[in-house]
């Protein structure tokens, strides 16, 4: 049976299916899911494109930042870096080759799907790595841990203020938390379509936004969760999250669930496996769901450009490959803008290189009060 078989039998027999369960399944199923099943393809060919398919200069760049935190926590003899998210493991290849020759770096890569795992072995043979199923399994550990396009595919939980769901007496447009409803997933005939239910969880009270009648948003209690679970893994060190998303003052006004293959924009409900499924990151609430320090935010263009200073010889002109990278990675029309770029992190004082030319970091969060 297909996805969408499975998923119509058990919505026919149990009722609605909340969205964040169906987006679960579409991305996570192990034998049909987009993720799991090894299905996401990525580059020009494939179904979206990511920094890493410029090629080895976004690796060779955050090495560097990786080998500053090394040397700001005192050259330690025990320095681990874990990647999630890493595909079949080129940015971890790519990040491994250009690391100074004496820093010590065992890698750690946090992957429960078999397919991806056995890509990422054959990628990565002879070095010295270790695979965990989850973050659970991770060992208390001093070094960095990074992502590229790890939140954003998180399952989220669709909410929808509705006029209909207001309680009585209150007019249609004014605040009131009751109006929030969540979306889940329905049949009309063979098609999946969205109808509106109680919210699942009282924690998604805390995050409803501000905004008026007929507005549906996402909310990522997983991304929150990853993160405060991931927190107290790290001894020393550094987490960096690079994903596309928001600050909470500049939350679009509008939802930001999209599913993209061959890189077009498709319904999120139809044909489910086939297509990603991603949502924009809220990294103000991101920062705030740990004990870890803040240490930088900005966008990719200006994150780069501090990281260039550590990468290219002054006075001395980038090869001709390198420098076309550099303007797709950077360039604020290009991937420079559309990413952002979150550090957070314990025992570690000074800034970092990559943040040379970004704003306070809390200020830029909406977290200085």
Same mark, same amino acid.
């Given at each position: 049976?297909?996805?969408?078989?499975?998923?119509?039998?058990?919505?026919?027999?149990?009722?609605?299916?909340?969205?964040?369960?169906?987006?679960?399944?579409?991305?996570?199923?192990?034998?049909?899911?987009?993720?799991?099943?090894?299905?996401?393809?990525?580059?020009?060919?494939?179904?979206?494109?990511?920094?890493?398919?410029?090629?080895?200069?976004?690796?060779?760049?955050?090495?560097?930042?990786?080998?500053?935190?090394?040397?700001?926590?005192?050259?330690?003899?025990?320095?681990?870096?874990?990647?999630?998210?890493?595909?079949?493991?080129?940015?971890?290849?790519?990040?491994?080759?250009?690391?100074?020759?004496?820093?010590?770096?065992?890698?750690?890569?946090?992957?429960?799907?078999?397919?991806?795992?056995?890509?990422?072995?054959?990628?990565?043979?002879?070095?010295?790595?270790?695979?965990?199923?989850?973050?659970?399994?991770?060992?208390?550990?001093?070094?960095?841990?990074?992502?590229?396009?790890?939140?954003?595919?998180?399952?989220?939980?669709?909410?929808?203020?509705?006029?209909?769901?207001?309680?009585?007496?209150?007019?249609?447009?004014?605040?009131?938390?009751?109006?929030?409803?969540?979306?889940?997933?329905?049949?009309?005939?063979?098609?999946?379509?969205?109808?509106?239910?109680?919210?699942?969880?009282?924690?998604?009270?805390?995050?409803?936004?501000?905004?008026?009648?007929?507005?549906?948003?996402?909310?990522?209690?997983?991304?929150?969760?990853?993160?405060?679970? !991931?927190?107290?893994?790290?001894?020393?060190?550094?987490?960096?999250?690079?994903?596309?998303?928001?600050?909470?003052?500049?939350?679009?006004?509008?939802?930001?669930?999209?599913?993209?293959?061959?890189?077009?924009?498709?319904?999120?409900?139809?044909?489910?496996?086939?297509?990603?499924?991603?949502?924009?990151?809220?990294?103000?609430? !991101?920062?705030?769901?740990?004990?870890?320090?803040? !240490?930088?935010?900005?966008?990719?263009?200006?994150?780069?450009?501090?990281?260039?200073?550590?990468?290219?010889?002054?006075?001395?002109?980038?090869?001709?490959?390198?420098?076309?990278?550099?303007?797709?990675?950077?360039?604020?029309?290009?991937?420079?803008?559309?990413?952002?770029?979150?550090?957070?992190?314990?025992?570690?004082?000074?800034?970092?290189?990559?943040?040379?030319?970004?704003?306070?970091?809390?200020?830029?969060?909406?977290?200085?009060?």
């Amino acid at each position: 049976m297909s996805l969408t078989e499975i998923l119509r039998a058990e919505i026919a027999a149990h009722g609605p299916m909340l969205f964040r369960d169906f987006m679960a399944r579409a991305l996570y199923d192990p034998a049909h899911g987009y993720y799991a099943s090894g299905r996401a393809r990525i580059g020009r060919k494939g179904d979206y494109f990511t920094s890493v398919s410029v090629g080895p200069l976004f690796g060779a760049l955050l090495a560097r930042q990786f080998a500053e935190v090394w040397e700001k926590l005192g050259r330690p003899a025990d320095f681990t870096l874990v990647e999630q998210g890493a595909h079949d493991g080129s940015l971890a290849a790519d990040v491994l080759a250009a690391l100074p020759a004496e820093m010590p770096a065992r890698l750690t890569i946090v992957e429960p799907s078999p397919h991806w795992r056995c890509l990422q072995q054959a990628k990565l043979a002879g070095r010295d790595v270790r695979w965990v199923d989850d973050v659970a399994a991770i060992d208390p550990f001093t070094g960095v841990h990074f992502s590229n396009e790890l939140p954003d595919a998180f399952p989220v939980h669709l909410v929808h203020r509705s006029c209909d769901a207001l309680v009585a007496g209150s007019a249609c447009g004014a605040p009131a938390a009751d109006a929030w409803r969540e979306r889940a997933v329905v049949l009309d005939g063979d098609r999946f379509v969205f109808a509106d239910v109680p919210l699942s969880t009282e924690r998604l009270r805390a995050h409803l936004p501000d905004a008026p009648e007929g507005s549906i948003a996402e909310v990522n209690l997983a991304s929150l969760d990853w993160i405060a679970a !991931l927190a107290p893994k790290l001894t020393r060190g550094l987490v960096l999250v690079i994903d596309y998303g928001h600050t909470r003052a500049d939350r679009p006004a509008a939802a930001t669930l999209e599913a993209i293959a061959a890189h077009r924009r498709v319904d999120p409900l139809e044909n489910p496996g086939a297509a990603d499924l991603t949502a924009h990151v809220d990294f103000t609430a !991101l920062a705030a769901a740990s004990d870890l320090d803040v !240490l930088g935010f900005t966008d990719q263009h200006h994150y780069l450009t501090g990281l260039a200073r550590l990468h290219f010889v002054e006075g001395v002109p980038p090869a001709p490959r390198d420098m076309r990278a550099f303007q797709t990675l950077a360039h604020p029309t290009l991937l420079g803008r559309s990413f952002k770029v979150l550090a957070l992190g314990r025992g570690l004082e000074g800034q970092l290189a990559g943040f040379a030319f970004a704003r306070d970091a809390l200020r830029a969060l909406g977290l200085d009060g």
